[in-house]
């Protein structure tokens, strides 16, 4: 379907333009192709340092009938950074959630205002789109209580926030290229959060059966645990 190759394409240069250095990645986990012709799904990943501060890390994943695109960044533990988390799922023509999200860690008060400031921003101007509260039980665990949450009614809510994305994705990039570093005492306690953020969607992520499926259990397991969520 390729619903998100613009928006990914879009992403990509704001991030390269604005200081991001592409991550080489081995090519067997930047491009997986798996099935033939009707059946066939590509995964495609894209890596990127930005500013020493932390990595942006990019997947998408469509065939015929399905599109699905994450975004993260995960900031280094030694920095004063929130955490960005997006995904995006059309299956057939039925949008099934798409989610923003901007979740401070251990982040000065200043910081995590600003972040909370950026979502509310994007969920009062596009206040229209199909908002819900109907959330899983493991993602309401790790969100920041600010995020936008939706399950569009219909493919035009998903043109909508393609369409918005890259601004909201470029208001966290200004928080990412002023932000200063965290205090030492932290750096620990930091990490540890970090790592039990990507530890908690690597076992919860509703994508996981089928990334298991398509792609297989030891392709899969070393692309979560090696690239995507390391």
Known sequence: MCLFKKLLD??????IETGGLEIKLPSEY??????????EIILS?????FLNKGEFRLVNISSKNLDIINIFFF??????????????????AKPIVAVIDIKPILVSPIVAATAKEILIKYKTKYSAI?????????YLECRSGNDLFIRPENLNEIF??????PDLLHDYINILSSASPLNISSIKENFNSINNYKKHHK??????PLLYKKFGNKWANTFLSKYLFT
Do not use: Q
């Open 45 to 49: 990943a894209a890596f990127y340092n």
């Open 130 to 138: 199909s908002y819900s509260d109907k959330m899983p039980d493991w």
């Open 160 to 165: 909508i926030l393609n369409e918005f994305l």
């Open 75 to 92: 900031p280094n533990a030694d920095w004063n950074i929130p955490i960005f988390a997006m995904e995006f799922v059309v299956f057939g």
């Open 10 to 15: 879009h992403c990509i240069s704001l991030i």
């Open 30 to 39: 930047s491009t997986k192709v798996v099935g033939g012709n009707r059946s």
């Open 203 to 208: 076992i919860n992520s509703p994508g996981l």
